[in-house]
C-alpha cells in the first residue's frame, strides 16, 4: 500500500521532469511562456544537483531520454547531443571497463522489476578523449504508459579515484592529488582525529594546515545539530566509518576558525591502507546554494503559514494538468476554501489573534491532504489544495468533507473557543484543454455558490454557476443607479412594549425593488454597497426619508406619542469624518427632536478604530441622538467592553430569540445577555419574536422590548400608516 502510493509519486515526478525540459520524447514540450513555464522548483533542484540527473532505456543501447545539463560540464557533451545518439554512452565507456560494465546492466535490467538498482563505479571518455570515473546510482522505474525506464545520477569521482590511487602508489604522488584537489578535503583516523587538510581546507576553515592536524572532527562541526540532522553522534559516525553514507552527501553545519558556522556537504568515502581505516571526505561550503534556496523558498511560499502561495500553487496546478493530460483517467481537483466569518474574528480580536487563527486553521489543513497535494494560502483567509491523480469526483467531495469535519472542533485563540466554519468550491481538471486560471476560477465560482447555499458547506463547479458571479457583477452595475432610479424604498417594521405590547417604535429597513429583478433583500445588496462605498449616500437617503416619516406619524398620529425611529448604519459610514455633521443637518431639516433617533451599530463599527468609533458616538450622543447594538451575540467581543460605548440599547439577536421555547429543558443563552445588559443598565429589544411562547420567555428574562412577525413585519410606509391608524382607534 505504501510502496505503490510512492511508486505512483515516483512516477509522476518522473514525467514532471522529462515534460519540464521538454524531452517527453515523442511530444517536446511547448517553450517557456508566462502562462506554462515548466515547474521552476524542480529545475532549481536539478540544476543544483552535484551529477548528471539522466533517465534512460533498459539495455546496453537504450535511448537516454534525459541528462541534466550538468552532463556538459563533466563529459563535454550537450544533453541533446548524448540523447539523440542511443549507442554514445556504450561508445564512450572506458575499454577496460566496458565488458564489466555492459555486463552488470544487462544482468540488473534482466529483472525488469521496478525498484531494482543498479550501482557501479567506471571510468568514461569526455569528448576530448580524456576519461573520468564516475559513480552510477540508478533504479529501474515505471513511467505513465507502463515503459520500465533507469533513473539515475553520475557523480563524477574522479579526484577521490587518484587519492586512491595516490595512496597505493607513493607518499609524494598522494601529496599532490591531495593539494591540488579543488575541494576542501579532509581526512580523519579512527578516533575522529584530523590526518589530512588540503589548501583548499585551509581557505574553507581558516586553519591552516598546521593547525587543523590533530584537531578532532568534533572542533570543525557543530555536534548538536549533527545529531539532530543526522539522528546519532558523531561517535557513532565514526564507527560506521561513515560506510553508510557512502559518497552520498551528508549535510552537516560546520564551524570555522573563528567560530562562525556555514552549512556544508561532505562526500565521505573510507579508504583502509597498511591496515589503517581513514574516513575521508571532500568538504563543500554550501551557503551560496542555501541563500539561494531560501530567496525561492521565500518567493513561493506565504510567509505567516509557511504554506505554498499563490505563485506556486499556480505552477503547481498547471504542472498537474499538463501531467494528466498523459492520461485518460486521472483527475486533478483544485479546492477553493474560504474561511466563514473570519473577519468578525479579525475585528474583534485583532490582527494577533487573526494570524494566530490562520496557522491553526493551516496545521489541521495538513492533516487533511497527502503528502503529494498542495496546499497553499492564496490570500487572507483563502486557502487552496491541489489533488492529484485522483480517480474522480468523489474522491475530492471526500476530501472537503474531511476538511470540513477537521475544522469542526473549536480553536483555542486568547483563551477563547472560536468556531470556523469554511466554504469550500470544488473544480475538477478533466479536459485536455483545461487551462490553470479556469479551473481556480471555477473553483472560486464554487466556492461563493457554497456560501450562497449556507456557511459551512462545498460545491463542485458546474456550468449554472457562472451566472452567479455574472449576477453579482451586474447587480453592483445596477447598484449605482438604484437611487437615482428611485428603485429604492423604505419599510418599517414596528416594536413594541413586552409588556402590554404598546407601540414603541418603528425600524427603518432598506429595499430595493430591481426593475427585472423584483424585490432584493437587503442582505444581498448592502455587502455591495459597502464594497463600493455607495452606502454613504445611501444610508444618507435613508436616514432622511426615515426622518420624515417620523415627523409626518407624529403629525398624523399625536396620541401615539413621541415614537422612536430606529436606522441601520453601516461601519463605513460611522469612518467617514463627516457623518456627524450631516446626521445633524437631517435631523434638524426635518425638525425632528432628536431623542426620537436611534442609531443601529454592529460590533464590527466598533471594534475597526475603537478610539475613533468612541469619539463619533460621543459626538451623537451630545446631539441628543440614542445608540443601539444591533445583533448582539454574534460577534466575538468580550462582553465587558460594552462599557467603554455610550449605548443604551442592546438588541439580542434573533438567533438567540428562535432558541427560546424550543428547549424548554436548557438554560436559555438569551438569560445571560440580558442580565448583563440589566447590570449595565442597557434597555433591550429581542429581535425576530415569531410567536406567543417567546413572547412569555422574554418577559421572563426581563426583556423590555419586542420586534418581530409576531407583531407585525416590516411594512412600506403607506402600509404603516394603516397599522399606525388601528393602533391610533384601539387607544
Ligand atoms: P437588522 O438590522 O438586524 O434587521 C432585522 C432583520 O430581521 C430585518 O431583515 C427584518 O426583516 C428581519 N426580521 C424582523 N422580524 C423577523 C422575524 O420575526 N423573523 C425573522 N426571521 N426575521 C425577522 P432585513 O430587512 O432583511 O434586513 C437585513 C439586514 O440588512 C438588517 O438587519 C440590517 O443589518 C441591514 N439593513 C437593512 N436596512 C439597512 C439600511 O438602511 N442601512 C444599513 N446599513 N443596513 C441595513
Ligand atoms: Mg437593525
Ligand atoms: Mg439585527
Same mark, same amino acid.
Given at each position: 500500500?505504501e ?23 515523442? &511530444? ?11 515547474d ?8 543544483g544537483a552535484?551529477?548528471?540527473?539522466y533517465?534512460?532505456?533498459l539495455g ?8 541534466s ?6 563529459l ?17 565507456l572506458h575499454?577496460?571497463?566496458?565488458s564489466?560494465?555492459?555486463?552488470e ?6 529483472? &525488469? ?11 568514461i ?7 573520468r570515473?564516475?559513480?552510477d546510482?540508478?533504479?529501474?522505474v515505471?513511467?505513465e504508459?507502463?515503459?520500465l525506464v533507469w533513473?539515475g545520477?553520475?557523480t563524477d569521482?574522479t579526484e577521490r579515484?587518484?587519492?586512491?590511487e ?8 598522494y ?12 581526512s ?11 589548501? %583548499?581546507a585551509e ?8 593547525e ?23 561517535e ?10 557512502g559518497?552520498r552527501?551528508?549535510?552537516v ?18 579508504t ?19 541563500a ?5 523558498? +521565500? ?12 505563485a ?15 492520461s ?10 474560504d ?6 474574528v479579525?475585528?474583534?480580536l ?19 491532504v497527502r ?9 487572507g483567509?483563502?486557502?487552496a489544495?491541489?489533488l492529484?491523480?485522483?480517480?474522480? +469526483? ?17 480553536f ?16 475538477l ?7 490553470p486560471e ?16 449556507? %456557511? ?11 451566472d452567479?458571479?455574472?449576477?453579482r457583477?451586474?447587480? %453592483?452595475?445596477?447598484?449605482r443607479h ?6 429604492l ?14 407601540l ?7 429595499r430595493?425593488?430591481?426593475a ?7 442582505a ?7 464594497e463600493?462605498?455607495?452606502?454613504v449616500?445611501?444610508?444618507?437617503w435613508?436616514?432622511?426619508e ?11 398620529w399625536?396620541?401615539?406619542?413621541r ?6 448604519v453601516s ?11 450631516e ?9 425632528? &427632536? ?9 460590533e ?17 450622543r ?9 445583533d448582539f ?12 460605548y455610550p ?16 428547549h424548554?429543558?436548557?438554560?436559555a ?9 440589566h ?5 433591550t ?5 415569531e410567536d ?16 418581530g ?18 393602533r391610533?382607534r384601539?387607544?
Open positions: 500500500m510502496r505503490a502510493a510512492t511508486s505512483r509519486r515516483r512516477r509522476s515526478r518522473l514525467t514532471a521532469l522529462t515534460r519540464s525540459f521538454g524531452l517527453g520524447g515523442q &511530444s517536446p514540450a511547448p517553450p517557456p511562456s508566462a502562462s506554462q513555464r515548466p521552476e522548483r524542480l529545475h532549481t533542484i536539478v540544476s552535484r551529477g548528471i540527473i533517465i534512460s532505456e546496453p543501447l537504450g535511448r537516454w531520454t534525459y541528462v545539463p550538468q552532463i556538459e560540464e563533466i563535454g557533451f550537450s544533453p541533446s547531443e548524448w540523447t539523440s545518439d542511443p549507442g554514445l554512452w556504450a561508445r564512450q575499454p577496460d571497463d566496458r564489466r560494465v555492459l555486463a546492466e544487462e544482468a540488473d535490467a534482466a529483472s &525488469s522489476k521496478p525498484g531494482q538498482v543498479f550501482e557501479s563505479e567506471y571510468r571518455l569526455t569528448r576530448s578523449g580524456v576519461s570515473w564516475l559513480r546510482t540508478a533504479s529501474i515505471e513511467t504508459d507502463g515503459t533513473s545520477v553520475l569521482v579515484r587518484a587519492i586512491e595516490a595512496l597505493r602508489a607513493s607518499e609524494e604522488r601529496r599532490t592529488v591531495v593539494e591540488t584537489a579543488s575541494d576542501a578535503f579532509v580523519i583516523d579512527e578516533d575522529g582525529v584530523v590526518v589530512e587538510w588540503n589548501r %583548499k581557505e574553507t576553515f581558516g586553519w591552516t594546515r598546521d587543523a592536524i590533530g584537531l578532532r572532527l568534533t572542533d570543525t562541526v557543530v555536534p548538536e545539530r549533527f545529531r539532530a540532522a543526522h539522528g546519532r553522534g558523531v557513532g559516525f565514526l564507527r560506521t566509518g561513515g560506510d553508510d553514507v559518497g552527501g551528508l549535510e553545519t560546520a564551524l570555522r576558525q573563528d567560530g562562525s558556522e556555514f552549512p556544508a556537504e561532505l562526500s565521505v568515502w573510507l583502509v591502507s597498511q591496515g589503517v581505516r581513514r574516513i575521508n571526505a571532500f568538504v563543500r561550503d554550501t551557503s551560496d546554494r542555501k539561494l534556496e531560501a530567496v525561492t523558498h +521565500r518567493a513561493f511560499h506565504d510567509p505567516l503559514t509557511d504554506l505554498a502561495n499563490r506556486l500553487f499556480t505552477e503547481r496546478v498547471a504542472a498537474a494538468l499538463s501531467r494528466r493530460a498523459d485518460s483517467t486521472a483527475t486533478v481537483a483544485v479546492l477553493l476554501l474561511l466563514d466569518d473570519f473577519k468578525t479579525n475585528d474583534s485583532g490582527h494577533a489573534a487573526g494570524d494566530e487563527l490562520l496557522v491553526a486553521v493551516a496545521a489541521r489543513l495538513r492533516s487533511c503528502p503529494g497535494d498542495t496546499l497553499a494560502r492564496l490570500a483567509d483563502e486557502f489544495i491541489l492529484e491523480d485522483l480517480d474522480g +469526483r468523489d474522491s475530492a467531495v471526500a476530501v472537503a468533507k474531511r476538511v470540513g469535519a477537521r475544522l469542526e472542533a473549536p483555542e485563540i486568547d483563551a477563547m473557543e472560536i468556531a470556523v466554519r469554511a466554504s469550500i468550491g470544488i473544480s481538471g478533466q479536459s485536455s484543454d483545461d487551462r479556469d479551473l481556480m476560477r471555477d473553483a472560486d465560482v464554487a466556492m461563493y455558490a457554497a456560501k450562497a447555499r449556507g %456557511k459551512g458547506g462545498f460545491e463542485v463547479f458546474a456550468a449554472h454557476m457562472r452567479a458571479v455574472v449576477k457583477m451586474e447587480l %453592483k452595475g445596477d447598484l438604484a437611487l437615482e432610479r428611485g428603485e424604498q423604505v419599510h418599517y417594521q414596528p416594536y413594541v412594549t413586552l409588556d402590554d405590547e404598546s414603541a417604535g418603528a425600524e427603518a429597513l432598506l430595493w425593488h430591481h427585472e429583478r423584483g424585490i432584493i433583500p437587503p444581498d445588496f448592502i455587502p455591495l454597497a459597502e463600493m462605498g455607495l452606502i449616500p445611501i444610508g444618507r435613508v436616514l432622511g426615515a426622518c420624515g416619516q417620523a415627523v409626518e406619524w407624529g403629525r398624523r399625536p396620541q401615539l406619542g415614537l422612536t425611529l430606529s436606522v441601520n461601519a463605513r459610514q460611522l469612518q467617514d469624518r463627516r457623518f456627524v455633521g446626521v445633524a443637518d437631517i435631523v434638524s431639516t426635518h425638525g425632528l &427632536s432628536t431623542e426620537q433617533l436611534v442609531l443601529e451599530l454592529t464590527s463599527s466598533l471594534v475597526e478604530d475603537p478610539d475613533q468609533a468612541v469619539g463619533r458616538l460621543l459626538e451623537l451630545e446631539l441628543g441622538i440614542r445608540l443601539a447594538l444591533d451575540g454574534t460577534g466575538y467581543s468580550s462582553l465587558g467592553y460594552l462599557q467603554r449605548i443604551e440599547i442592546l438588541k439580542v439577536h434573533r438567533a438567540f430569540v428562535a432558541e427560546l421555547g424550543r424548554p429543558d436548557e438554560p443563552l438569551a438569560k445571560p445577555i440580558l442580565q448583563l445588559a447590570h449595565l443598565g442597557m434597555k429589544i429581542a429581535e425576530g419574536v406567543a411562547a417567546q413572547v412569555a420567555a422574554l418577559r421572563v428574562l426581563g426583556c423590555g422590548y419586542g420586534q412577525y409576531y407583531f407585525a413585519r416590516p411594512l412600506p410606509a403607506t402600509e404603516l400608516g394603516a397599522f399606525l391608524d388601528e391610533a384601539r387607544l
